[in-house]
């Protein structure tokens, strides 16, 4: 398998085991940017979860992560994020076992 197409299947069993979780306040806008995803919208989809990393969320931190470090790759369009931002998201995600809400 390509490097490329495991970090696809990464993310996408990311998302994919993200929905059904039970719901708290922040998870609205979480579930939003998800079905973003999930419909292919993905500059709404990356503008969700990089506000939900922003303020803490997990997965939404590992997902806008490799959303901007393949995004090229994976969606055919880059995505912004400053270094600063995707190193707090790394530190996010790494302090945040994975699907943990």
Known sequence: MRRSQLVHATIALTVATSWGLPARANDVAFEVALQN?????WQLAFDGLSRQADQGHGD????ANLMVRYGRTLYGQAFAASEAQMQRWRAIAVATPQHAR
């Open 60 to 63: 939404a931190a590992r997902i």
């Open 37 to 41: 995803y999930e419909d292919c919208r």
